[in-house]
């Protein structure tokens, strides 16, 4: 298994206030870049889908825009396992900008729980978080026809349509998958990382 890692960056932070939420400083530093420092160990290249302008971001990695019109963090996951055949992975693994504490062994559990299915998305605390998931880059044309015939781009509809499998992360004594979607959340943490 060969995996490519995808920061997913594209949103529009309209919980924020709107502006590029994974730029906000935590500990000396953007959100974006401790997702980036804690996924990279765990895949053999990282590439970024943002809409934004790519000075933003961090130097040296690919920047992946949504191809218009963009549908959300599935138009992301394309343009990442579109990549992924480019580079020849056999595999994408995601992981939101804003979420700065996410598993040091995100990918390794995934893949443990993927077996033969085609995606394996993250749990914790009894609920799934889709946009930390690993995909098989054989679903490029599965997603490519669901987001031009379906009328549902949320995430988990498209992995539980490709009968997707979960792997349970434990979330003491604070949720790995927290993450920075309102002005609260950065104080927050700001609070976990000096702890």
């Known amino acids: ?22 730029l906000l400083e935590l500990a000396g530093k953007p ?8 996924l990279a160990p765990q895949v053999d290249g990282i590439a970024i889908s943002a809409n934004c302008e790519p000075a933003l971001l961090p130097p040296g990695l690919a920047v992946l825009p949504d191809r218009a019109p963009s549908r959300g963090p599935l138009s992301g996951l394309l343009s990442g396992l579109r990549w992924a055949a480019e580079v020849g992975a056999s595999h994408v693994a995601t992981a939101a900008a804003d979420t700065p ?4 062994d995100l990918v390794p559990r995934l893949a443990t729980a993927l077996g033969d299915r085609d995606v394996a998305i993250a749990a914790s605390r009894g609920r799934f978080h889709p946009t930390f998931g690993l995909w098989s880059a054989d679903l490029l044309p599965a997603l490519a026809d669901y987001l031009d015939t379906s009328p549902t ?7 539980n349509a490709r009968g997707n ?14 993450n920075v979607n ?3 959340d950065i104080d927050e943490a700001r609070r976990r990382a000096g702890a």
């Open 1 to 22: 298994m060969r995996v490519a890692g995808l920061v997913l960056a594209g949103g529009g932070s309209r919980r924020m206030g709107g502006g590029d939420k994974f």
């Open 153 to 159: 781009s949320r995430v988990l509809d498209f992995a």
């Open 165 to 178: 499998a979960f792997a349970d992360f434990p979330a003491l004594p604070d949720d790995p998958f927290f």
């Open 101 to 104: 504490f996410l598993p040091r």
């Open 31 to 38: 959100l974006i870049e401790h997702v980036v420092e804690r």
């Open 182 to 184: 309102e002005p609260g």
